[in-house]
C-alpha cells in the first residue's frame, strides 16, 4: 500500500502560479504510476494529468496543456504538479493518485490509492 499526501494549494489571483507537491509513503514509489485529479464544486472528479513510474511519459488534459507540468522525484518520493496561467474555472480540490500498473492512466477507476486532497482557489 501507499499513502499520499497532498500540499501547496491555496489561494492565488488569475494569471497566477502555484506548484502542488504529493508525497507517498514507502519504499516502492518508483513502481507507481500517478496522476492529478481536480474536483469543482458541484462537477464530477476530473483528470488533470499522469505520469509513468519513471516519468519519462506524461499526459494531460487539453485544457492545461501549456499551463500545467507534471513530474516526479523518485529518490523524495514525490510527484509534482505546478500550475501556470491559473485562471479561476481551475479552482478545485487538488487530488493525486498513484496506482501499480504500468503506463498512464487518465480515468479515476485506473488509480487504486487516493490523497485527501488539496484546495486551489483562484480568483478573478
Known amino acids: 500500500q501507499v499513502q499520499l499526501v497532498e500540499s501547496g494549494g491555496g489561494l492565488v489571483q488569475a494569471g497566477g502560479s502555484l506548484r502542488l507537491s504529493c508525497a507517498a509513503s514507502?519504499?516502492?514509489?518508483?513502481?507507481?504510476?500517478m496522476g492529478w485529479f481536480r474536483q469543482a464544486p458541484g462537477k464530477e472528479r476530473e483528470f488533470v494529468a499522469a505520469i509513468s513510474r519513471s516519468g519519462a511519459s506524461t499526459y494531460y488534459v487539453d485544457f492545461v496543456k501549456g499551463r500545467f507540468t507534471i513530474s516526479r522525484d523518485n529518490a523524495k518520493n514525490t510527484v509534482y504538479l505546478q500550475m501556470n496561467k491559473l485562471q479561476p474555472e481551475d479552482t478545485a480540490v487538488y487530488y493525486c493518485a498513484a496506482d501499480g500498473r504500468p503506463g498512464l492512466g487518465t480515468g479515476a477507476l485506473e488509480y487504486d490509492y487516493w490523497g485527501q486532497g488539496t484546495q486551489v482557489t483562484v480568483s478573478s
Open positions: 514507502g519504499r516502492t514509489f518508483s513502481t507507481y504510476r
